[in-house]
């Protein structure tokens, strides 16, 4: 696993969104347009129920443009689910996010809309707040926001928003979403390892899109292994590291850092049918992890049962 995860803050966030959520009317759930599905989070869907959901697909300038069609059309399917795609570059776009709002409401024409935004950490939520509220009022910047007092915020069209975000932790059981996460910039410095989410990435790109590898890093041919990518990089961005084998830390770096800011052009990294598939196979493997800690639990059991007896017995032939 290339990040630590922390189950304490997804207790936390859930406590905090019951206690908010009936107040609110709408809920804008951000989403990263290269990471869709990994980027959402599972409790948010069960908490809401009926209420009114725009998913807003953010950073959407950095992502594939026919892959967030797909992406919006599919979200769009779920009852009570409205879908945009924004990036910060385009602010009218923001901004219309209201009169979609207001639409998803329409027993609250002419009263009053409470609105609250919510996604995980570093998604664009400040981003989107501020740009709605037309000031900033919202701190941007890759340090999760602190919720000290929850204020609300006019932004026009009888919509009110809570102008401190709702920070949802995100999807924990996947592997993979554990890896795109890091690799798009959701998990700090500190909890990922570069090389681990260098290799991942080197294999998304190889199977998807190798000739942006090759244009991008000069390379002579399209790498064979996940390995010769990143050494190949290393080789061509001079990471040598004593006695001149090819750091492969430094060289992951760069990979990552040069996809996270669009260097290899603007990337999804998942469609619907792979969350579909991915979906099938952590539920399988969660159920397979519940099955072990039932057995182990029965084993203990048992154990104990077992000397108990054991006990017993020896007491009787005292
Ligand atoms: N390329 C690009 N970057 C964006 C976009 N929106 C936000 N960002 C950048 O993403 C980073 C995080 O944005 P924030 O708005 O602070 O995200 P947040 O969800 O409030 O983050 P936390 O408060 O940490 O939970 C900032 O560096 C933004 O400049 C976008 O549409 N495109
Ligand atoms: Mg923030």
Redesign the pocket.
Known sequence: MPIQWFPGHMHKARLEMQAVLPKIHVIIE?LDARIPYSSENPMLAELLGDKPCLKVL?????ADESQTDVWRSHFEETAFTRAAA????DVPTIRQLRSLVASMVPNRAGKSINAMIA?I????????INFLAGKKI????????VTKQQQRVSIGDGITLLDT?G?LWPNVHNVNSGYRLALIGTIKETAMDYAEVGFFAARAILEQWPERLVERYGLDSIPTTDLEAIEAIGHRRGCLGKSGVIDIDRASRILVTEIRSGGLGRLTFETPATMKQEKVQTEAAIAQKEETTRQRKQQRKQKFRDQQRTKKISRDME
């Not at 953010?58 to 950095?62: H, Q, R």
């Not at 919202?138 to 926001?145: D, H, I, Q, Y």
């Open positions: 951000v953010t950073k959407s300038d950095l924004v990036t910060k570059e996604g950490p570093n998604v664009g939520k400040s981003t989107i919202a701190k941007t910047g890759n340090t999760p926001a975000p920070v």
